[in-house]
T-cell receptor, first 117, second 113 residues
Framework: AQKVTQAQTEISVVEKEDVTLDCVYETRDTTYYLFWYKQPPSGELVFLIRRNSFDEQNEISGRYSWNFQKSTSSFNFTITASQVVDSAVYFCALRSLGSGNTGKLIFGQGTTLQVKP | EPEVTQTPSHQVTQMGQEVILRCVPISNHLYFYWYRQILGQKVEFLVSFYNNEISEKSEIFDDQFSVERPDGSNFTLKIRSTKLEDSAMYFC???????????FGSGTRLTVV
């Protein structure tokens, strides 16, 4: 079975704090992709990053960084020096490439991040 | 940058009415998807579409739902007889290969009253 778990339902931080959003996934496939999306109050899904299962290099993009660890099936997302504009719901998603899988994404429950001024 | 376009952005319909949600995927994409997000919940897969047919559907996608690509550019989701519990945000997505270029539209908020 394929599953994504975001155990943190809500996180509240004060501006400029660092915050890490956790994502744990389950899949039996050896080839898969992991995604993070941001959903601001306006409702759209904003793509942040895609990682494939063969690339465990951590990635940094400005204040955002991602830590992918296959050994623990985790793909955690850290925002450094958080800002009020980072307030949103963040979703982690899994795309497996097993037989019969046609490209659907399996989403976690989402983590609501509130950054207070 | 190419976009997936969804119309309308918000639709209100009466229970029992049929509704059609429209999507224009990115032109060179071959894989098309519909997802649903009930308010405050996670995004759930409904259906995938490739080569002019449904390639996978979830348990949610029952007989009241159908999808169509009527003219080579639009991709529609029809709900035949809407129920109150169909109220949700519906997202269309398209992808070039099923992985590359996976792009979501901005969603249609459906409210069934």
């Amino acid at each position: 079975a394929q599953k994504v778990t975001q155990a943190q339902t809500e996180i509240s931080v004060v501006e400029k704090e660092d915050v890490t959003l956790d994502c744990v996934y389950e899949t039996r496939d050896t080839t898969y992709y992991l995604f993070w999306y941001k959903q601001p109050p306006s409702g759209e899904l904003v793509f942040l990053i895609r990682r494939n299962s063969f690339d465990e290099q951590n990635e940094i993009s400005g204040r955002y960084s991602w830590n992918f660890q296959k050994s623990t099936s985790s793909f955690n997302f850290t925002i450094t020096a958080s800002q009020v504009v980072d307030s949103a719901v963040y979703f982690c998603a899994l795309r497996s490439l097993g037989s019969g899988n046609t490209g659907k994404l399996i989403f976690g429950q989402g983590t609501t991040l509130q950054v207070k001024p | 940058e190419p976009e997936v376009t969804q119309t309308p952005s918000h639709q209100v319909t009466q229970m029992g009415q049929e509704v059609i949600l429209r999507c224009v995927p990115i032109s060179n994409h071959l894989y098309f998807y519909w997802y649903r997000q009930i308010l405050g919940q996670k995004v759930e897969f409904l259906v995938s579409f490739y080569n002019n047919e449904i390639s996978e559907k979830s348990e949610i996608f029952d007989d009241q739902f159908s999808v169509e690509r009527p003219d080579g550019s639009n991709f529609t989701l029809k709900i035949r007889s809407t129920k109150l519990e169909d109220s949700a945000m519906y997202f269309c997505a398209s992808s070039e290969t099923g992985v590359n270029g996976y792009t979501f539209g901005s969603g249609t908020r459906l409210t069934v009253v």
